[in-house]
């Protein structure tokens, strides 16, 4: 059985750091694209980054390029998201997914990946 656990959300001041974390079990995925998406109350999934099989080659929304970092190691099959100089606007639950087999980081809608971690609350205040 396929399972997705995030950590490391929590409450952080603007301009604050948090990093998360993504590991999975039940099979090994250092070959498929692994990404992160974020919803906020009343608002749609969005893409927040992703990472190539090997994390050599990645890929984030506009909203947090400069400030957040995907990266992933295969060995602990775990994939993480540093965050830093955090927004009130970053509030949000966030989701670890996994894309296609060698797939495209590319790819950013949320039904182009399979498995989801139940996701981890991120809330930054003001």
């Known amino acids: 059985q396929v399972q997705l656990v995030e950590s490391g959300g929590g409450l952080v001041q603007a301009g604050g750091s948090l990093t998360l974390s993504c590991t999975a079990s039940g099979r090994t995925f250092s070959s498929y694209v692994m990404g992160w998406f974020r919803q906020a109350p009343g608002k749609e999934y969005e893409f927040v980054g992703a990472?190539?099989?090997?994390?050599?080659?990645?890929n984030y929304g506009d909203s947090v390029k400069g400030r957040f970092t995907v990266s992933r190691d295969n060995a602990k099959n775990t994939v993480y998201l540093q965050m830093n100089s955090l927004k009130p606007e970053d509030t949000a639950v966030y989701y670890c997914a996994v894309g296609g087999r060698y797939g495209s980081i590319w790819k950013i809608r949320e039904d182009e990946y399979d498995y989801w971690g139940q996701g981890t609350q991120v809330t930054v205040s003001s």
């Open positions: 990472a190539s099989w090997s994390g050599g080659s990645t």
